[in-house]
């Protein structure tokens, strides 16, 4: 699985938007590890990955097994895939209806370090938020954005020894919410989940909803976004 070749532009100020649909969570998850060495190297400039998986749960590093509710048998019976991997975090679905959003940027030489990367994804998601008409907010000591104490976005990042990203931010706008009844989602508790729809009581397409994070992300990272369309992959 590669990126499309393409000649990159030159500006430092410049992030490529790859809208990718429905991608398998292995498939996308191999795709970033190749765009950070890629951006690593200089080869390609910053770039953001907006997508759907299809129905998935994903631990982090550290991520309670204990978290996850449902046996792997029954999971897997239906058509659900759990996997660890190498963001922070704890537990989280992926499915279709949530806009999932993986930045690849080099932060290598911003302030603020990850910390502050982290905090500039949950202002992103709170400014495009706000323009589809809902009040969103940050909780002290819980990472996220969050309706009430409603977790409307999951974020969980991880940044390379070169200061390069990948993961990112889960959104959602109209997934099955039934999903996060089988796990401890995020390894909170007292709190619950919602979405767009929840919120709006009316469904919205992904790709409206994603155009508003493409400008939110321009705004607060200081990039000139540049849509690419789709990037082709193979194996």
Known sequence: MKPQQRRDPSQDDVCRVYRLGLVDYLEAWVLQRQLVEARAAGRVADTLLLLEHPPTFTLGATGDEGHLLAPREELARQGITVHRVDRGGDITY???????????????????????????LEQVLRLALG?????????????????????????????????????????????????????????????????????????????????????????????????????????
């Not at 992926?94 to 500039?120: A, N």
């Not at 994070?213 to 789709?230: I, K, L």
């Open 94 to 120: 992926h499915g279709p209806g949530q806009l999932v959003g993986y930045p690849v940027l080099d932060i290598g030489g911003r302030r603020g370090g990850p910390i502050r990367y982290l905090r500039d």
């Open 131 to 235: 323009a589809l008409g809902v009040s969103a907010e940050c909780l002290r000591h819980h990472t996220g954005v969050w309706v009430g104490r409603e977790k409307i976005a999951a974020i969980g990042i991880k940044v390379s020894a070169r200061g390069i990203t990948s993961h990112g931010f889960a959104l959602n706008v109209n997934p099955d919410l039934d999903r996060f009844r089988q796990i401890i989602p995020c390894g909170l508790h007292d709190k619950g989940v919602t979405s767009l729809a929840m919120v709006l009581e009316r469904k919205l397409a992904i790709d409206t909803v994603a155009e508003h994070v493409v400008v939110a992300f321009g705004q607060v990272f200081a990039r000139h976004m540049v849509e690419m369309g789709s990037m082709l992959m193979s194996s």
